[in-house]
């Protein structure tokens, strides 16, 4: 005749069959979830997707305004406490020590400072040990908190 | 897959995005919301993962490869994102994930969007027994008809697998039934 099947498609064609049969047999009982949306939601589902990219553009632009805002009204501060100090100053000579402080003030509220660049000027005696939290996580709790946190999975996998 | 590669070029136009974007919306929102509606149960969430579905893919049209169809790739991002709104639920409910699930199902009896009887809450009692993969295939092709080389291209699992394991998910949830 010419045609030919895939192979091993007999063999495999009774558990198709009782497959069907047993698919078909649990659909005459529940053909559908039985959830059921809101009157217009689809309709107005568009609105609402363009309303949130919207708002999630504007807030990223409001929360850049904001913090260059407040970098401007610390800068403004820092000028008005220099200028305070110059002229709330009795003595007519300006001391080196007026102008070193609001300097400073100045810098480290402009300048983009982290721990490390602060550090090598802390003594000893401004350091307090016990604001050092020292905690020891057992080998045992690492992996429990593994196994019972499936979502770790979504960590280690695409 | 011209009209597709078509609609992605649109979409990643500045000038053509905002309305190639409402055109595929309106393609794939149904579909894609009983998709996630199946997982998360509850309208709000579906709502919810939905809109957020939605602008991560208008978010990351550019590193859309094309290596699958657009429909396997957003369905993928709806899948993920509907999983983990599952998972942050039962997290701040202070739930397992299999306790929070029966939970979303004890809360349908309650839910104004949910119709079913009491034989239709017991199939979700049932499908929550089932491994969370075998769940979805289960959903997929038993709710929305959807052929095995797309679910094969959404889930990344051979066409044969995804059969065997909607076999197993049907017999098990006759079995289910029955007992219960």
Redesign the interface.
């Known amino acids: 005749m010419g045609f030919k099947t895939p192979d091993h498609y007999f063999g495999s064609l009774d558990a198709a069959i009782f497959s069907r049969m047993e698919e078909a047999n649990l659909s005459s009982k529940i053909d559908c979830s039985g959830f059921k949306v809101p009157d217009g939601y689809f309709e107005n589902l568009d609105g609402k997707i363009f309303g949130s990219i919207e708002k999630e553009e504007t807030s990223k632009i409001a929360s850049l305004f904001s913090w260059k805002k407040a970098a401007y009204l610390t800068g403004i501060a820092a000028s008005v406490i220099l200028i305070f100090n110059i002229l709330s100053n009795t003595s007519d000579e300006l001391t080196f020590e007026d102008l070193e402080t609001a300097s400073i003030e100045s810098y480290l509220m402009n300048e983009d400072l982290n721990a490390y660049d602060i550090a090598p000027y802390l003594g000893s005696n401004e350091i307090n040990p016990d604001d050092f939290v020292k905690t020891t996580i057992k080998t045992s709790d690492i992996e429990d908190y593994l196994l019972q946190n499936s979502d770790v999975e979504s960590l280690i996998t695409d | 897959m011209d009209s597709e590669f078509e609609l992605v070029n649109r979409l990643r136009s500045e000038p053509t995005k ?1 309305l190639a974007f ?1 055109e595929l ?2 393609l794939y ?2 579909r894609l ?2 998709h996630i ?2 997982i998360v ?1 509850s ?1 709000d969430d579906a ?1 919810d993962v ?2 957020n579905t ?2 991560k893919v ?1 978010r990351n049209i550019h590193s859309f490869k094309g290596e699958s169809k657009l429909f396997s790739w957003m369905y993928r991002i709806a899948t993920n994102e509907a999983l ?1 709104q599952l ?1 942050q639920n039962a997290k701040r409910n202070l739930l397992s ?1 299999e306790d929070y699930q029966q939970q979303t199902i004890d809360n ?1 009896k309650a839910d104004v ?5 009491e ?3 017991k ?2 009692r049932a499908i929550a027994t089932l491994p969370h993969k075998q769940q979805l295939v289960f959903n997929m092709k ?2 929305q008809d959807i052929k095995y080389s797309e679910m094969s291209e959404i889930l990344e699992t051979s066409e044969g697998a995804l059969k065997a394991s ?2 197993i998910a ?2 098990k ?2 079995k289910f ?1 029955t007992k219960n």
């Open positions: 905002e409402k919306i309106s929102k149904e919301y009983w509606r199946n149960r309208h709502d939905l809109q939605f602008i208008f983990t998972n994930l349908l969007y949910f119709e079913g009887n034989i239709q809450l199939l979700q038993y709710f909607y076999h049907v017999r949830i006759e039934l």
